[in-house]
């Protein structure tokens, strides 16, 4: 009688420990990749029941061929920002900018970013702590672009972060380190796009993933993670991907009078000719529709908690708030996931 009486007071001592799985301290954000900036009350709502934590795009910085110049594009136009939002400026630089940027203007160009953003951050009284880079740079741009973050870092004097692809994860010896506080690990955008009508889903797939994943606990920066939440559609026209459209979804692919649903898991032809959210669509084009959902982000998730190292204070930043289907996504959903992480 004694020994089942000891039995039952170990089962109920890891009962709690066996159902109850500890929540992580991950925190909860979201990109605001439009250059206006102003939020509905569904995108209010779901930014304060998650915390409040945004990271918006300041500008791009591009390059102009013809006056042979680096330039400010897309800069935000701000509208009314709610109070309690703590605001993370993202400066996203095209690679091509680095290419034609002589290593002696580098500085300069640091600069005159880190003047805009205070300048934009100043005329709405922005209190920021931290900025993003986001750039995909490649091996004959390394050089300038970590010359790029030191200078930036040494002026801003704030918290810098960079975003990391996970090729540069798995060649990182080739593609280097770049010198700043984290990085944020860009884990969607990982396969081709291509006009194949059984292939993955480019936007995030488990196979593709699973080529870079292992290598995750070897990088030297503490990354957070930015998750997708976003769907596209790939126009295919004779046998070649001609354009990609975040604006074009299954409201419109399934709309019988124009398209009839053909070979594989959201593939669309256009049975006639005609113009749709301003884009012309030829009788025979086939739209390939790339979603994701709670299930893809749950699965990503699971897979980066097999391979991320043990990290205290993570950021998950979900791209992105401005085009975010309210049916797909809620608070609590995405809370559960950051936590997970």
């Known amino acids: 009688m004694l020994k089942y009486f000891r039995w039952f007071i170990i089962v109920i001592v890891l009962l709690p420990t066996a159902s109850c799985r500890k929540p992580g301290n991950a925190s909860t954000a979201f990109y605001y990749w439009k250059t206006g900036f102003s939020l509905n009350g569904q995108q209010a709502a779901l930014l304060k029941q998650t915390g409040n934590n945004i990271y918006i795009r300041?500008?791009?910085?591009?390059?102009?061929?013809?006056?042979?110049?680096?330039?400010?594009?897309?800069?935000?136009?701000?509208?009314?920002?709610?109070?309690?939002?703590?605001?993370?400026?993202?400066?996203?630089?095209?690679?091509?900018?680095?290419?034609n940027t002589a290593?002696?203007?580098?500085?300069?160009?640091?600069?005159?970013?880190?003047?805009?953003?205070?300048?934009?951050?100043?005329?709405k009284k922005i209190n920021y702590t931290k900025v993003q880079i986001d750039c995909d740079w490649s091996l004959n741009t390394r050089f300038k672009y970590f010359s790029f973050l030191e200078a930036f870092k040494k002026l801003n004097q704030k918290q810098l972060e960079a975003t990391i692809r996970l090729h540069q994860v798995k060649f990182?010896?080739?593609t280097g380190v770049p010198p700043v506080d984290r990085g944020v690990l860009m884990f969607y955008?990982?396969?081709?796009?291509?006009?194949?009508?059984?292939?993955?889903?480019?936007?995030?797939?488990?196979?593709?993933?699973?080529?870079?994943?292992?290598?995750?606990?070897?990088?030297?920066?503490?990354?957070?993670?930015?998750l997708p939440l976003f769907s596209w559609a790939?126009?295919?026209?004779?046998?070649?991907?001609?354009?990609?459209?975040?604006?074009?979804?299954?409201?419109?692919?399934t709309d019988h009078s124009h398209f009839e649903k053909i070979e594989g898991q959201a593939n669309y032809r256009a049975i006639t000719s005609f113009f749709m959210e301003g884009i012309y669509v030829k009788q025979n084009d086939i739209f390939k529709l790339e979603e994701t959902d709670i299930n893809t982000i749950n699965t990503a998730?699971?897979?980066?908690?097999?391979?991320?190292?043990?990290?205290?204070?993570?950021?998950?930043?979900?791209?992105?708030?401005?085009?975010?289907?309210?049916?797909?996504?809620?608070?609590e959903a995405l809370r559960q996931v950051s936590a997970d992480l």
């Not at 400010?72 to 091509?96: C, D, M, S």
């Not at 009508?197 to 070897?218: C, F, G, K, M």
């Not at 790939?234 to 692919?253: A, P, S, T």
């Open 58 to 99: 300041f500008f791009d910085v591009s390059w102009n061929d013809r006056e042979q110049h680096s330039y400010p594009n897309a800069v935000v136009q701000f509208n009314e920002i709610p109070k309690g939002l703590y605001i993370t400026p993202v400066i996203y630089i095209v690679n091509k900018t680095f290419e």
């Open 103 to 123: 290593d002696t203007a580098v500085a300069s160009l640091a600069a005159h970013c880190n003047k805009l953003i205070n300048e934009l951050a100043g005329e």
């Open 172 to 174: 990182k010896d080739r």
């Open 189 to 226: 955008n990982m396969g081709k796009l291509n006009s194949g009508l059984h292939q993955p889903n480019s936007i995030y797939n488990e196979e593709d993933a699973a080529r870079y994943v292992d290598y995750l606990n070897t990088y030297p920066l503490k990354l957070d993670i930015a």
């Open 234 to 253: 790939i126009h295919v026209r004779d046998g070649r991907v001609i354009q990609v459209y975040g604006k074009i979804g299954r409201q419109q692919l």
């Open 301 to 331: 998730a699971e897979q980066l908690n097999k391979n991320l190292p043990h990290q205290q204070n993570k950021t998950i930043i979900y791209y992105e708030l401005a085009n975010i289907d309210s049916s797909k996504f809620n608070a």
